[in-house]
């Protein structure tokens, strides 16, 4: 399963930016879908995840009220917007897949749980 993201830069502080994911060519609304951060001095860190149709969503405290995750079944298409940026959510931003077509409540919080990884997309946030 391939995983494109795309939409990272340079925006200024209480900036907004879309991160989108393409993963095409697969069954999409088979796979609970996640986004994940990480920066050279921390480890992968949670950022958001949502379930097979869209209907539950996680997001970590960090980016509550200010990222919001969601998916489009029919584009293959998974998205976070991003308001109110600061400089600490500087960092590589990743969007990860788990295959479950079994449960239609399942959200995951854990990069162990997740099979699949796009390359990553950078974001920097300026001060």
């Known amino acids: 399963v391939q995983l494109v993201e795309s939409g990272g830069g340079l925006v200024e502080t209480g900036g907004s930016l879309r991160l989108s994911c393409a993963v095409p060519?697969?069954?999409?609304?088979?796979?609970?879908m996640g986004w994940f951060r990480q920066t050279p001095r921390k480890e992968r860190e949670f950022v958001a995840a949502?379930?097979?149709?869209?209907?539950?969503?996680l997001s970590a405290d960090s980016v509550k009220g200010r990222f919001t995750i969601s998916r489009d079944n029919a584009k293959n298409m998974l998205y976070l917007q991003m308001d109110t940026l600061k400089s600490e959510d500087t960092a590589v931003y990743y969007c990860?897949?788990?295959?479950?077509?079994?449960?239609?409540?399942?959200?995951?919080?854990?990069?162990?749980?997740?099979?699949?990884w796009g390359q990553g997309t950078q974001v920097t946030v300026s001060s």
């Open positions: 990860a897949a788990a295959f479950n077509p079994f449960r239609a409540d399942d959200v995951r919080r854990g990069s162990e749980e997740y099979e699949y």
């Open positions: 060519g697969y069954s999409f609304s088979d796979y609970v």
């Open positions: 949502i379930s097979r149709s869209g209907r539950f969503t």
